[in-house]
């Protein structure tokens, strides 16, 4: 079997930037990739690459289409090089047959709070909506200006609303030991990346980074999520093998090889939330897609993005504290193409 393969390149900017501890963040870069098979039918998927979290750049991702050329047998796929994750997983998704999720059941988003004081203005209105998980990014200004916003932060929270914090990797061990201190008395569902250690930092460094977050997911009672250091193929395997109790956020996006992760993540019964990696709504299908698939316990998806882009025609479905299988079924892939024409 030999498919034709397309694609188009993106640079969108977004609605309006995103600060992060990683920095700000203005426009996303990436490619939508066209499959056709023999018989005509036409698979979808995106490479949503994000070279600052570990991924391969959107020129590296192009230059491997180009080497593969318009017509590719099936076997080519699976010969691309491990740090082409998501250029891999995007011919992956685009060549699978749509198959239905297990379960259609609506789940619930967690609501992307903006970071710093701008936060508190928002739960209300989103707690009125049907929200009942928000996340805040923190690690962006000084620990002492957020941490003294939490409190202001949970009592303004609906009851049985959680808190997820996003460290981004930001903290040392005394800041993140801190918030954990607070966090545990606090209704905080978990504590995402408080620390990491990029590759290129070396393996000592790394090491150091893994230990820590260890030492940390047992000392204390909130839990820990890991987001940043799930980028290969090999780290959530890796993560498994050293035990890891703690949350593990899945972009489906970035992850090379879907499958064989959510089986690995399946046997161990890990903790499992899916997150959008910003990409548009062609690669969001594909992610929420293998989020109906989790057979685990279903946690609030990490896709309370939209509307992302400032041109509107590459968002996912719109911000709802509820998203249905209907919701995600309707995003229509070849709209997103046309409009990249
Ligand atoms: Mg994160």
């Known amino acids: 079997m030999a498919y034709r393969l397309q694609y188009r390149r993106y640079r969108l900017p977004f609605r309006a930037p995103l600060r992060t501890a990683h920095g700000v963040w203005a426009e996303r870069e990436g490619l939508i990739l066209r499959l056709e098979d023999e018989t005509g039918r036409v698979g979808w998927g995106e490479a949503a690459t994000l070279p600052w979290f570990g991924t391969e750049t ?23 090089p491990s740090h082409l994750g998501c250029l891999r997983q995007a011919l992956v998704a685009a060549r699978a047959a749509e ?7 609506p789940m619930p988003v967690a609501a992307l709070l903006p970071a710093g004081r701008t936060a508190l203005a ?6 009125e909506a049907g929200f009942r998980t ?3 990014k923190v690690g962006v200004e000084s620990a002492g200006d957020e941490l003294g916003l939490l409190d202001d932060l949970c009592a303004r929270l609906p ?6 914090l996003d460290a981004n990797g930001a903290w040392d061990r005394r800041t993140a030991e801190k918030w954990l201190e607070r966090t545990a008395e606090r209704p905080v569902e978990f504590v995402e990346q408080p620390c990491f250690a990029k590759a290129s930092q070396g393996t000592a460094l790394r090491r150091q980074a893994e230990d820590l977050l260890l030492g940390l997911a047992a000392d204390y009672p909130t839990p820990i999520a890991l987001d940043e250091a799930l980028v290969g193929d090999g780290d959530v395997e890796h993560w498994l093998r050293l035990g890891w109790r703690g949350v593990f956020v ?10 064989a992760t959510m089986q690995k993540l399946a046997a161990a019964k890990a903790a499992v939330v899916f997150s959008s990696a910003l990409e548009t709504a062609v690669g ?3 992610a929420l897609a293998t989020a109906w698939r989790w057979t685990g316990e279903p946690r609030a998806l990490g896709f309370g993005v939209w509307p992302l882009f400032a041109d509107g025609r590459f968002d996912g479905p719109a911000l709802a504290p ?4 209907q919701d995600v079924q309707r995003i229509n892939e070849e709209a997103v193409w046309n409009a990249l024409s």
């Open 134 to 136: 928000f996340k805040w």
């Open 58 to 80: 959107a020129d590296a991702a192009e230059a491997a289409c180009l080497t593969l050329g318009e017509f590719v047998p099936t076997e080519a796929f699976e010969l691309l």
């Open 284 to 286: 969001a299908k594909q």
């Open 99 to 105: 198959s239905a999720p297990v379960e259609c059941k």
């Open 322 to 325: 509820f998203l249905r299988w």
């Open 159 to 164: 009851g049985g609303g959680r808190l997820r």
């Open 122 to 127: 928002r739960v209300e209105p989103l707690a």
């Open 250 to 259: 899945i972009k489906p996006s970035l992850c090379g090889d879907m499958a």
